[in-house]
């Protein structure tokens, strides 16, 4: 009977662990918080795919039942654990009220249940010093465990408000525009200096979104909206076209340079930590190791005459955007490859339809 209460002991700290490495640890994820965000998600997008008139519905619940039943399951678990160490010795090491005996697995379970949300409804009372800790073991953890899970609902809250601020700033950046349109608008307008200006804001919230996704996996995209401005998605796809246009111009000019390698390299890295969260690893092997086609180098001679037209104001002209610097334009056409295999994996895991890029439209 010791062997059980061990047993029991050993699966609470288990599930502890698991919740602690969720809400505490900012490179990992428990194996029981990642496994109910995966069923979870499959389960709403194989609904959204099978019901398409309410797919947006059932994608925007995702997010909130997976946090929900990541918590339920927790404290589940952890009850189930405390009665199972608690049951073997309950007649021992407890004092119960007249009436409740024989001593059956329900009440341990009952007790568990009261103990591990501080209650302790006093009718079955530890005497045994062994009794008093285990106790004392799941009012401990049961009190640390919901403070923990009302920090994380607030921290994923908070972070889900992030991305749609910077969903937002982007939606009203393009306004309905492709990515490659916008970038030749506000290098026309502008000038280089506010068009880099516009490039390091962009960076700078592409590595405050990839904080916190590596830091909160369900920011990024189990958290869906309805609304298509607050949608990443097509954010992430518009940005995607401005760093190509950004690499492509900084052939010209290279003061662009670094404003758009930051920005490029920001872009891959977010990319890179959504895909090894959601995706798995075939399209994170794909994204760590690039192999561009005759598409993406097409792709990226479609920016380069929609760039050189915007600019010097004549449609037939080509004055070599892109191509003084063989460098950039090989980084241009890496990210197109990079976008379209993100892309592809993102819309294979959401169930949804992959609209196109600016490039492929001209």
């Avoid at 640890?25 to 997008?45: N, Q, Y």
Wanted: aromatic share 8%; charged share 25%; with cysteine.
């Amino acid at each position: 009977m010791v062997f059980v209460s061990v047993l029991g002991l050993l699966f609470a700290v288990l599930v502890v662990c698991d919740a602690a490495a969720t809400v505490l640890h900012p490179d990992a994820e428990g194996l029981l918080a990642g496994s109910i965000r995966k069923v979870v998600w499959r389960t709403a997008a194989f609904a959204s795919a099978r019901l398409p008139r309410a797919a947006r519905r059932m994608l925007s619940l995702a997010g909130p039942v997976i946090l929900l039943a990541t918590f339920v399951v927790w404290i589940v678990l952890l009850t189930l654990g405390l009665a199972v160490a608690v049951w073997p010795t309950m007649e021992e090491d407890f004092k119960l009220q007249p009436g409740l005996a024989p001593v059956t697995f329900l009440d341990a379970l009952y007790f568990a249940g009261g103990t591990v949300p501080v209650l302790g409804y006093g009718d079955i009372t530890p005497v045994s010093t062994e009794g008093q800790l285990v106790s004392l073991f799941g009012a401990a953890v049961g009190f640390a465990l919901f403070t923990g899970m009302a920090t994380y609902a607030i921290q994923v809250t908070s972070g889900v408000s992030k991305r749609n601020r910077f969903t937002l700033a982007v939606h009203d950046d393009v306004r309905g525009l492709g990515g490659v349109t916008v970038f030749a608008e506000y290098l026309a307008r502008d000038g280089v200096g506010e068009t880099r200006a516009h490039c390091r804001s962009w960076t700078e919230s592409l590595r405050e979104i990839d904080e916190m996704v590596h830091r909160y996996p369900l920011v990024a995209f189990t958290y869906r909206s309805r609304r298509d401005e607050y949608d990443p998605e097509p954010a992430l796809r518009r940005l995607a076209e401005i760093s190509v246009a950004a690499l492509v111009a900084s052939g010209r000019d290279p003061a662009l340079r670094a404003s758009a390698e930051s920005l490029r390299r920001a872009l891959v890295r977010l990319q890179r930590t959504i895909a090894g969260t959601y995706f798995g690893k075939h399209v994170a092997r794909r994204l760590a190791d690039p192999r561009p086609t005759e598409d993406d180098r097409r792709a990226v001679d479609t920016v380069d005459r929609m760039l050189t037209a915007r600019l010097d104001g004549s449609p037939g002209a080509d004055h070599g955007i892109g191509r003084e610097h063989g460098n950039e334009h090989d980084r241009a056409v890496e990210t197109v490859h990079l976008c379209r295999v993100f892309l592809e994996g993102l819309h294979e895991w959401a169930r949804t339809e992959a609209p196109p890029q600016e490039w492929e439209t001209r």
